[in-house]
């Protein structure tokens, strides 16, 4: 009897190991090659190492042969933002909990000891049980899991998404905030030659010290422009290189020019239908709403017998005898059934249906928004550049009158600010067209460009000028020695000098004065 029993507990003992053993596993599995393989196909400037979410942050120093283009600044955040590496750590908790849904219970072990009131013998128990419930469901509780690695999955890869277009606005912040101050430049040059201009006449007697005393404030008020424009650049840097997960101090050159205008169509119709494609919160809710599904449908199979184990009991009596037999416990479902449970995920279905809906309405107002922003802005540097054509054309029939002594050379420096003006307003709507894609792109999903913004710099240069290379400081009337001129012959008194500037306030930017050598006397 004491051998049968022992080969039947350690029959019970094996029998319980090996189903554990078969549904163990020793590593959570890495599922990040999806996740990579979908933006890399949605974002084709973006190339992720299949290996790179094992690799620590990179902290050595970044030394490019070029300046920072687009696709290196994406590289730089995946192998250097710590913020990549907060998502990443989603998918690995994900991934875990995957395997956690592949065990079931461990089995029970009871032991119990009582002594007969009059004396004697110890009365042992002992007791073997294994919880039933979890090994029903677990083939629901695997698919659960899947679904929810699924979900995170959609998370990871719409919040990569984000941190790439939040990418693409800084790195087109900083290049416009360069190319801002690369025009102030050039207004703080022409401001010099007209500073100069006005200091020879003033000197020669031609004008009057009240009317030299405005251009020579002029010129300071352009050079503390200037230096806002370089304050607005450094800081536009910084939050680039500390979006990427660089330190300021990083010596990374950025291009001095934004790209120029994509010549790409975008119809809304074909927006949306690539929206409905590759759009994530949309497939995140239905995620949702199969998880909710399945786990009102797990409820349903428990049926309320939520507590139930299987087992064997052994003791052996005081006489020295052994008693064997197997037991089953469970709780009855006379009270709790579930219902709450059951009632809440209905209001949850209910409400991922309804959000399904919003979020459609949604996907709409954005991508109609951000297409009229690219339209407006497509428009507006239209007309700009219709409007830098004329003020070119101004300039040098201008420049000829000056020549024929027809007119002030003060109303060519005048036109000449103009043009410079527009070139600040090309760049601001250049920028406001290129955040506008940005943008466009978050709303569908996906890259909408073919090729690297860096190529559109090679478009014709008759549809689109960068002004902001224009170099408008070539005209250095300061060489001119204008004491030589009749200018008895020009009526100054008719002239209103203040009306030939536009509204400097309109500048943000500048360094030291260079010509405080006028003698007020």
């Known amino acids: 009897m004491k051998t049968t029993t022992k080969n039947t507990a350690l029959l019970l ?83 875990a909990q995957q395997l956690q849904a592949e065990l079931i219970s461990n089995p029970h072990i009871a032991l119990g000891a009582m002594r007969p009131e009059g004396g004697g013998r110890w009365k042992l128990e002992t007791g073997l049980s294994q919880p039933l419930l979890e090994l029903f469901t677990r083939p629901l509780r695997r698919t659960m899991a899947e679904q929810n690695l699924l979900r995170t999955q959609l998370q990871l890869q719409a919040a990569l998404q984000r941190l790439i277009i939040k990418t693409q606005n800084n790195y087109y912040n900083a290049l416009a905030a360069t190319q801002h101050l690369q025009v102030q430049t050039q207004v703080v040059a022409a401001s010099k030659a007209q500073q100069a201009l006005a200091l020879s006449l003033y000197r020669a007697g031609n ?18 422009a200037w230096n806002e424009r ?62 909710a599904q399945q786990r009102k449908a797990l409820l349903k199979q428990e049926k309320g017998w939520r507590d139930m184990s299987l087992g064997i009991n052994a003791e052996r009596e005081p006489d020295s005898s052994n008693n064997l037999g197997a037991e089953i416990e469970f709780g009855l479902p006379l009270f709790n059934r579930n219902q709450g449970k059951l009632a809440i995920l209905d ?17 709409d107002r954005e991508i109609s928004t951000a297409l009229l922003a690219v339209n407006t802005a497509q428009q507006q540097l239209g007309l700009i550049n219709t409007a830098l054509q004329v003020a070119q054309k101004r300039v040098d029939l201008a420049q000829r009158e000056v020549n024929f002594m027809l007119t002030s050379p003060f109303e060519l420096l005048a036109i000449k600010g103009d043009e410079i003006q527009l070139a600040h307003d090309y760049t601001d709507t250049l920028k406001r067209y290129w955040l506008a894609h940005s943008q466009l792109e978050l709303a569908v999903g996906k890259s909408l460009s073919t090729t690297s913004p860096a190529a559109h710099n090679s478009h014709s240069v008759h549809s689109q000028m960068d002004h902001s290379q224009m170099d408008h400081s070539k005209m250095d009337h300061s060489k001119m020695d204008h004491s030589k001129m009749d200018h ?3 009526d100054h008194s008719k002239m209103n000098h203040n009306d030939h500037h536009p509204d400097h306030s309109k500048h943000d930017a500048p360094q030291a004065n260079e010509h405080e050598e006028h003698n007020h006397d």
């Open 13 to 95: 003992m094996l029998s319980s190991s090996l189903l554990l053993g078969a549904c163990s596993s020793t590593a959570p599995k890495n599922s990040m090659a999806s996740v990579q393989s979908a933006v890399n196909k949605n974002f084709p400037l973006v190339k992720l190492d299949e290996n790179f979410i094992n690799t620590p942050a990179a902290t050595t120093p970044v030394n490019l042969a070029s300046a920072l283009q687009l696709p290196d600044a994406l590289q730089l955040l995946f192998t250097h933002s710590p913020e990549v590496r907060i998502e990443l750590a989603k998918l690995g908790v994900a991934d």
């Open 207 to 224: 004008m009057a010290e009240n009317q030299f005393l405005y251009y020579d404030n002029e010129l300071r008020h352009q050079q503390q």
């Open 230 to 291: 370089k304050l607005t650049a450094e800081q536009k840097r910084i939050q680039l290189l500390t979006h990427l997960g660089l330190a300021s101090t990083s010596e990374l050159e950025l291009p001095q020019h934004l790209p120029l205008l994509s010549n790409q169509a975008l119809d809304k119709h074909q927006l949306m239908m690539q929206a409905q494609d590759h759009r994530l919160d949309a497939k995140i809710i239905q995620q949702q709403l199969k998880l």
């Open 347 to 363: 209001a949850q279905i209910n409400g991922l249906e309804a959000e399904l809906q919003q979020q459609q309405l949604q996907m």
């Open 488 to 490: 008895s012959k020009m």
